[in-house]
Each structure stands twice: as structure tokens, then as C-alpha cells.
């Protein structure tokens, strides 16, 4: 029911856009949100956006990452910048509050020189 995509090996200070192909009885009406999980520690908010277009953020990624939602197609996206080696994580999607049915693989992100 949702599909992360996007994570790549990056250097400090790079960019790099998450996507999140969710179903429509997942996405449609509800508040979404990105999550990660870095290594050896437990997952993690990253931020959330409400079903009409209200973002929040955590602080460490306040300034540097950017959600947002395409109702049309089921989408939401992470657009993060200015990444450093404490993004290094598993990114997941899923509802916020998340339900333990919706979490997918996740997409790994990795940050290093």
C-alpha cells in the first residue's frame, strides 16, 4: 500500500527528494507524514503535513526539509537539503498518526563523504 522511493548516497550538504506512492484508502483526507530510522536507533518523525496542506517539522529539520502532498496521485514528497551525516537513515512514509498497517520497505538515505 505504499511504496518510498528516492534515497541515495549523498555528500554533506547535498539534496535529495523522497517520494511516496501511498494507496488512496491511505492517503485520501488523511494527514501523512515521513519517519526515519538511523542506525542502531529507534524510528523516528521527521514531519507531517494535515490533509489540507499544513506542514510541521521536528527541529533538527526545520529550514533544511520540505513536505508535500499530491492529492491527485496519491503522492507525498521530502525535499531535504543541506543534509548532513545525522540524516543518515531508512525513511518510511506512512499516516499521522501512523497505522502499523502502512509501513513499507522505506528508502535509505545515507549521508557521508
Known amino acids: 500500500q505504499v511504496v518510498e522511493s528516492g534515497g541515495s548516497l549523498v555528500q554533506p550538504g547535498g539534496s535529495l527528494r523522497l517520494s511516496c506512492a501511498a494507496s488512496r484508502i491511505m492517503f485520501s483526507g488523511l494527514h501523512m507524514a515521513w519517519y526515519r530510522q538511523p542506525p542502531g536507533k529507534l524510528r523516528e518523525l521527521v514531519a507531517w503535513i494535515t490533509h489540507n496542506g499544513i506542514a510541521t517539522y521536528v527541529d533538527s529539520v526545520k529550514g533544511r526539509f520540505s513536505i508535500s502532498r499530491d492529492d491527485a496521485k496519491n503522492v507525498v514528497f521530502l525535499q531535504m537539503d543541506d543534509l548532513n551525516p545525522e540524516d543518515t537513515a531508512i525513511y518510511y512514509c506512512?499516516?499521522?498518526?501512523?497505522?502499523?498497517?502502512?509501513w513499507g520497505q522505506g528508502t535509505q538515505v545515507t549521508v557521508s563523504s
Open positions: 506512512n499516516n499521522y498518526p501512523p497505522s502499523n498497517a502502512h
